[in-house]
């Protein structure tokens, strides 16, 4: 059995998805929901499904072990963000090398990068006039919105699209496809 973490900070709509898809799967467990948030919606979320969480600190994150230990002694063999905005330290890169995914909310490495999370994104997209946008999931690096693409999926940007309408459209997008995808990379 694969077990991961899931990082996520914030309303945790993917991170619900991807614990609905793996309850009671044959080899992957979703493990632990990590969170930097007290009062983000993903822990309430995490309590539905009785899944473990640990809410972590900004100076054992970035200057001390990473939560390496944590992680280590709850067996954790993936981490998956989803939504989780802070920079993901060396300790943990090293440790999990290969093994961390994020999903970013439009077809890097266009509008990625230090700055380009939640809504930025996708009123950049807009203001560019791009015909298309989509989802990115990929591997993490040292760098943000970085390391090799694992799977990308498209959908139009339409003419009277707002931020919000934009938004939906990606988030559905997510929704569809991060499960499988998480899945089909641990499972293959
Ligand atoms: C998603 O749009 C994802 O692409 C980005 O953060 C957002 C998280 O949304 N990395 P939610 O909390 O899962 O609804």
């Known amino acids: 059995m694969k077990r991961i973490a899931i ?3 914030g309303t945790g709509t993917n991170a619900a998805r991807i614990m609905e898809h793996f309850t009671d799967h044959p080899a992957l467990q979703v493990a632990l929901i990590v969170c930097n948030k007290p009062q983000a919606g993903v822990l309430s979320i995490a309590a539905v499904h009785k899944v473990d969480t ?3 600190e900004r100076d054992r994150f970035f200057s001390g072990d990473g939560y390496v230990a944590v992680l280590q002694e709850k067996k954790i063999d993936w981490i998956i963000l989803a939504g989780f905005l802070w920079k993901v330290p060396l300790s943990l890169l ?4 290969g093994h961390i995914v994020n999903i970013h909310p ?3 490495p ?3 990068g230090k ?3 939640g809504e930025r994104v996708h009123e950049a997209v807009l203001v560019a ?8 999931i990929h591997f993490v690096d040292e760098e943000y919105d970085h390391g090799a693409t694992i799977f ?3 959908c139009p940007v339409l003419s009277n699209d707002s931020v919000n309408s934009l938004a939906a459209r990606i988030h559905a997008l997510e929704h569809q496809h991060y499960p499988r995808v998480i899945e089909e990379l641990i499972c293959r």
């Open 7 to 9: 990082f996520a900070s």
């Open 54 to 56: 640990l809410l972590i």
């Open 94 to 97: 090293q440790q999990f090398k």
């Open 129 to 136: 006039k791009e015909a298309e946008s989509g989802i990115t």
């Open 115 to 117: 700055g380009m999370y």
């Open 106 to 108: 439009a077809l890097l």
């Open 152 to 154: 990308q999926a498209r």
């Open 110 to 112: 266009a509008f990625g």
